[in-house]
């Protein structure tokens, strides 16, 4: 697959370990993006990055699709209780509405870990944000392109 060796190419061994983390379905989503970002023009290496590793929180915890459909419907028509118990701890019941709301914060973690440069940390924690005012400008505009092209795959 072009995608997948594009991806190798661009991330350091240590980020494409950690991408090869992701499920299946989850790195299918991630190469999408990454290529609905190329195709848009957009060649910054940081964003490209950040597009391949924007989701590599959620194999922190690995949930079946039918659990995330949970969370996407609950954020949809509830946000309030998403917000309330995406705060909460890890169990059976909500797991997949904690994973969805903390798993930003788990992949910036895990990037830091794995030598991601700070942008790159940073689009990662951010990427289900409304609110941008906390990054960069630089860092807006990268982030607005990843949430449009993630919210249309």
Not at 70 to 79: D, E, G, N, T
Not at 144 to 152: H, S, T
């Amino acid at each position: 697959m072009a995608s997948l060796s594009r991806a190798e190419e661009l991330l350091s061994p240590e980020l494409f370990a950690l991408f090869s983390q992701l499920l299946p379905f989850e790195q299918a989503h991630a190469l999408r993006v990454f290529e609905g970002i190329r195709s848009e023009g957009h060649t910054q290496p940081d964003l490209l990055a950040a597009a391949l590793l924007h989701d590599v929180g959620k194999s922190r915890y690995p949930l079946r699709p039918w659990q995330r459909a949970v969370s996407v419907l609950l954020k949809q028509f509830s946000p309030e209780t998403y917000q309330r118990i995406g705060e909460m701890t890890l169990n059976s019941w909500r797991a997949a509405i904690v994973v969805a709301a903390q798993h930003p914060r788990w992949g910036a973690e895990m990037a830091a870990e794995a030598g991601a440069a700070p942008s790159i940390q940073e689009l990662i924690l951010h990427h289900q944000d409304d609110d941008l005012s906390p990054l960069s400008e630089a860092n807006q505009s990268y982030l607005k392109i990843l949430q449009q092209v993630d919210e249309n795959n």
